[in-house]
């Protein structure tokens, strides 16, 4: 079975501080997909990154970053000096490469940045 | 890019009536739509996948006659929410995946049900 696990519940930061969010993901399929999603409190799901199984490469994306390690099953994401406007619940999901499987997510992490 | 849009965004209902919420994918074909609903400070809970033109495939726990699901063509899942009461209060967000296997997944922006 697939399951995501995001031990963080809630953190919280002064901004300018980096941050960085844990998910650590567990799947017997060699190929898969991962993904973040910021929700902010409008309740959207903004998607920031999605990265498959064969990609190990870090991600880079202005101030965000993706650190994909297949050996210890982990995907996490850092928040490099950051704003207040990053506040907001974080999701970790994973899928299956097949047509028609759904996105499995994380309990989320509450990101809180103040000023 | 993809689109998916969700009606309504927030719906007040009495107890005991039935709500409709609608997604639409707008620019492309959704062979499988997914329904996810969310409690207040919780994760999004896989309640059912609905396949264009057979029955949806409910998750364990999930009330079949409760939360009805129609996939009646590639574009449009609908979800009934039957004789509504104030636990099913929640938010309710959908999410299609193209027919193509390589794309991702697009997301309505989601639906407030309060049953008072």
């Known amino acids: 079975a697939q399951k995501v696990t995001q031990a963080q519940t809630e953190i919280s930061v002064v901004e300018k501080e980096d941050v960085t969010l844990d998910c650590v993901y567990e799947?017997?399929?060699?190929?898969?997909?991962l993904f973040w999603y910021k929700q902010p409190p409008s309740g959207e799901l903004v998607f920031l990154i999605r990265r498959n199984s064969f990609d190990e490469q870090n991600e880079i994306s202005g101030r965000y970053s993706w650190n994909f390690q297949k050996s210890t099953s982990s995907f996490n994401f850092t928040i490099t000096a950051s704003q207040v406007v990053d506040s907001a619940v974080y999701f970790c999901?994973?899928?299956?490469?097949?047509?028609?499987?759904?996105?499995?997510f994380g309990k989320g992490t509450t990101l809180s940045v103040s000023s | 890019g993809a689109v998916v849009s969700q009606h309504p965004s927030r719906v007040i209902c009495k107890s005991g009536t039935s709500v409709k919420i609608e997604c639409r994918s707008l620019?492309?074909?959704?062979?499988?739509m997914f329904w996810y609903r969310q409690f207040p400070k919780k994760s999004l809970m896989l309640m059912a996948t609905?396949?264009?033109?057979?029955?949806?495939?409910?998750e364990q726990g999930v009330e079949k006659d409760k939360f009805l699901i129609n996939h009646a063509s590639l574009t449009l899942s609908t979800l009934t929410v039957t004789s509504a009461h104030p636990e099913d209060s929640s938010f309710y967000i959908c999410?299609?995946?193209?027919?193509?296997?390589?794309?991702?997944?697009?997301f309505g922006s989601g639906t407030r049900l309060t049953v008072v």
């Open positions: 799947t017997r399929d060699t190929t898969y997909y």
């Open positions: 999410s299609a995946r193209d027919a193509k296997p390589n794309y991702g997944y697009t």
């Open positions: 620019d492309f074909q959704a062979t499988t």
């Open positions: 999901a994973l899928s299956e490469a097949q047509a028609g499987t759904a996105l499995i």
């Open positions: 609905s396949n264009e033109g057979s029955k949806a495939t409910y």
